[in-house]
């Protein structure tokens, strides 16, 4: 921070188990990956490249060096393994894991229909070789997996190698941990957190009221993914109490009570137009 203020609750510094912020970058240019390191790179740990992008993007090797030098850790997304695993290339995908120098990859199955028992053993695999992160949750509207079974795979995720199991909300935020419209499936959330621990999942969170939702429910340190570039900034003022929605969640109690706004003061005037 640029100046001290009472009151700001602790984030940990990087590189950090705990508070995880992960960019989803959809094509960004090398130009604008640099403008992002230089705003956002201190509260960005890990950097997506969404979906299938990195086989289409230009100068992806520079991309990832910046990233990297940045202290960020960048990933190809999970459809690019799935884009893989479906053409039995799985092999081929550890080689470019190798060739790119990553130290991350995603396994995840939410565009194919895969056994669990050969994801376990693609995490086991690539765990061998790298950081593993798993998502859990389809990405095809109307699957419906109950709560109990997303506990299961994660659980078993966690304890076949995964760092962190990554709770699939797609980069709409209207699938998988969420309803339709975007609000958090409540039910579900409160199931998966009351059994496992929040530490080990990264929750896609890529609308701000989800984030809100998240920050308040958890705290500061919650992992939350799927974040804009130019959205990781007002994320780390919201973990920090220096946005509206967490303006008074860190406050001495006995402030909170006496600072926060009231109108009850005032008279009601009835203005006639």
């Given at each position: 921070?640029n100046?001290?203020?009472p009151?700001?609750?602790?984030r940990?510094?990087k590189?950090?188990k705990?508070?995880?912020t992960?960019?989803?970058?959809?094509g960004?240019?090398?130009?604008?990956?640099?403008d992002?390191?230089?705003?956002?790179?201190a509260?960005?740990?890990f950097?997506?490249?969404?979906?299938?992008t990195?086989?289409?993007?230009?100068?992806?090797?520079?991309k990832?060096?910046?990233y990297?030098?940045?202290?960020?850790?960048p990933y190809?997304?999970?459809?690019l393994f799935?884009?893989f695993?479906i053409?039995?290339r799985?092999d081929?995908?550890?080689?470019l894991?190798d060739?790119?120098?990553?130290?991350?990859?995603?396994?995840?199955?939410g565009?194919?229909?895969m056994?669990?028992n050969d994801k376990l053993?693609y995490?086991?695999?690539?765990?061998t070789?790298a950081?593993?992160?798993?998502?859990?949750?389809?990405k095809?509207r109307?699957?419906?997996?109950?709560?109990?079974a997303?506990?299961?795979?994660?659980k078993?995720?966690l304890e076949?190698g995964s760092?962190?199991?990554i709770?699939?909300a797609?980069?709409?935020g209207?699938?998988?941990?969420?309803?339709s419209?975007?609000?958090?499936n409540e039910?579900l959330i409160?199931?998966?957190?009351?059994?496992l621990?929040?530490?080990?999942?990264l929750?896609?969170a890529p609308?701000?009221?989800?984030?809100?939702w998240f920050v308040?429910?958890?705290?500061?340190?919650?992992n939350?993914?799927?974040?804009?570039?130019?959205i990781v900034?007002p994320?780390?003022c919201?973990?920090?109490?220096?946005r509206g929605d967490?303006?008074?969640?860190y406050?001495?109690?006995?402030?909170?009570n006496?600072?926060?706004?009231?109108?009850?003061h005032?008279?009601?005037?009835d203005f006639?137009?």
């Amino acid at each position: 921070m640029n100046f001290k203020l009472p009151y700001i609750p602790d984030r940990p510094e990087k590189p950090r188990k705990n508070g995880l912020t992960m960019m989803m970058d959809k094509g960004l240019s090398v130009r604008e990956a640099e403008d992002f390191i230089e705003s956002s790179g201190a509260y960005t740990d890990f950097v997506k490249l969404g979906f299938g992008t990195s086989a289409i993007t230009n100068r992806l090797e520079d991309k990832l060096k910046l990233y990297r030098e940045a202290n960020i850790r960048p990933y190809f997304g999970g459809t690019l393994f799935e884009a893989f695993a479906i053409r039995n290339r799985v092999d081929d995908y550890r080689k470019l894991v190798d060739k790119y120098g990553l130290d991350l990859v995603e396994v995840s199955d939410g565009s194919m229909s895969m056994d669990h028992n050969d994801k376990l053993e693609y995490i086991r695999t690539l765990a061998t070789q790298a950081t593993v992160l798993s998502e859990v949750g389809s990405k095809q509207r109307g699957v419906f997996i109950p709560a109990n079974a997303w506990v299961s795979m994660m659980k078993a995720e966690l304890e076949a190698g995964s760092y962190k199991v990554i709770a699939e909300a797609r980069e709409s935020g209207t699938i998988g941990i969420y309803n339709s419209d975007g609000s958090a499936n409540e039910s579900l959330i409160s199931t998966i957190s009351s059994q496992l621990d929040v530490s080990d999942i990264l929750w896609e969170a890529p609308d701000g009221k989800q984030q809100v939702w998240f920050v308040k429910l958890f705290g500061p340190n919650v992992n939350l993914g799927n974040i804009a570039p130019n959205i990781v900034v007002p994320l780390e003022c919201l973990r920090l109490g220096l946005r509206g929605d967490t303006f008074f969640d860190y406050l001495p109690r006995e402030e909170q009570n006496q600072k926060q706004k009231s109108y009850d003061h005032i008279p009601y005037l009835d203005f006639q137009i």
